[in-house]
C-alpha cells in the first residue's frame, strides 16, 4: 500500500495503517528528518493512549500506556546501537514476545533480529511538506 501525506493528514493516515496490519510489530525505514517519531506520535493517540510520544533516542526504548495504565506500546530508536549485539543486551527478544505495539526506528541496525511477523513501513521525503509511505 502506498500513501501520501502531509501533517494534518496524520490521523487519518495512523488510522489507515491500523486497519491494515495485521500485526502490532511496525518497522519505520527512513531518513533522518522523515517524520518517523511524528507517524508513530500519531498512531499513539489513535490507539488511544494520552501520553507524550517523543524519540528514544537516548534511552533507547520509550513505553506508552493506556490512560488506564495498561501497557500499550514500546518504541525503539536503534540509530546509537554499534551492533546487534546491543538490542540483544537490553533484552529485545523478550518486549518482542509481549502482546504490546511495537515501533521500530531504525530497524536497518538490526537487521538479523527483525521479526519475520512485522510490517515494514517506508518513508520518502517528497517535499518540505510531503511524504510517501509504503507499508508492507
Same mark, same amino acid.
Given at each position: ?24 510489530? @511496525?518497522?519505520? !525505514?527512513?531518513?533522518?528528518? =522523515? ?8 498512531? +499513539?493517540?489513535? #490507539? ?43 533484552? @529485545?527478544?523478550? !518486549?518482542?514476545?509481549?502482546? =504490546? ?8 541496525? +538490526?537487521?538479523? #533480529? ?23
Amino acid at each position: 500500500m502506498e500513501l501520501i501525506y502531509t501533517e494534518q493528514d496524520l490521523p487519518s493516515i495512523a488510522r489507515t495503517i491500523l486497519e491494515y496490519v495485521d500485526t502490532k510489530i @511496525l518497522a519505520f !525505514y527512513a531518513p533522518m528528518g =522523515a517524520g518517523k517519531t511524528t507517524l508513530i506520535k500519531a498512531l +499513539i493517540k489513535e #490507539l488511544g493512549s494520552t501520553d507524550n510520544v517523543s524519540s528514544p533516542t537516548f534511552g533507547l526504548v520509550n513505553e506508552y500506556q493506556l490512560d488506564n495504565g495498561e501497557l500499550l506500546a514500546y518504541h525503539f530508536d536503534f540509530y546509537r546501537l554499534k551492533d546487534e549485539t546491543e538490542a540483544l543486551d537490553m533484552g @529485545l527478544d523478550d !518486549y518482542l514476545q509481549s502482546n =504490546a505495539w511495537i515501533f521500530m526506528e531504525w530497524p536497518e541496525k +538490526i537487521p538479523n #533480529l527483525t521479526p519475520e511477523n512485522m510490517h515494514s513501513l517506508k518513508i520518502e521525503i517528497l517535499d518540505q511538506k510531503t511524504r510517501k509511505l509504503t507499508l508492507v
